[in-house]
């Protein structure tokens, strides 16, 4: 297991009510993306803070319903920024922002448990603008875990990292996974959840056998059932690879 030497930061999408899915997303591809893009790639080239990262997940939901979340942005910094005082798109600087609804940032430090580097490469466009792009050819789990009032977030981390971590790894070969990534939350009290877990399989077959077959090894001291989501998706959006 790998700490990364970045701070990631998200940003938890949902769009606004009578917006579909595929309204969302195509602006957010269209509009949103590239400008987040050109201000990130300016600000590391003047030599300010930029993100060196931008990745967009998905998350798979029916068409006319309205889930807890619709996708998640991802920007890699140096340091972790501070949760906002004010939301992000509100009011709102595109059409993007236009059909989602306000979001704030959430810091998180990144531990890289499998890295399944050949399952996901970044292909440019060759017919348009190299970037945003798009990959697919997995089934993605996305755990967002939501921690019990009172928790002692050192004990309880360092249970996920050195209990709960080692329990699944061991459960991915047999059911086809290929990355796993545990992020924690620098403000964990400050944030909806207090931490996410990205788990990669080949295919949805393989991340039903893993939740299947898993077995339990103490993290529900700690979480909170009630307040926790598992998202899922087979799409990411490349912004800066």
Known sequence: MQESKFAKMIYLIRRRANVSRDELIMHWFKNHMPAVIESNTKASREGRTGANRYIAQLFASEPTE??????????????????????????????FQEKAEPYRNWALKEYIVREGKD????????????????????????????????????????HWLNVHVPNVDSHLDRAGGFRYIVNHSFYPTESPYCGMAELYFENEEGARDFQTNIKPDGMERWIDGSAMHVMQGDTEMVGIP
Do not use: C, I
């Not at 920007?75 to 501070?82: A, I, K, T, V, Y």
């Open 66 to 95: 309205r889930p807890v979340w619709d996708g998640l942005a991802q920007l890699w910094f140096s340091d972790p920024h501070p949760p906002m005082k004010h939301p992000a798109g509100d009011p709102p600087s595109d059409t």
């Open 119 to 158: 399952n996901l490469s970044v292909d440019p466009l060759t017919l348009n603008e190299p970037f945003p792009t798009t990959r697919s050819g997995f089934f993605r789990l996305n755990y967002l875990v939501a921690a019990k009032p009172g928790t002692d977030f050192d004990e309880f981390f360092a």
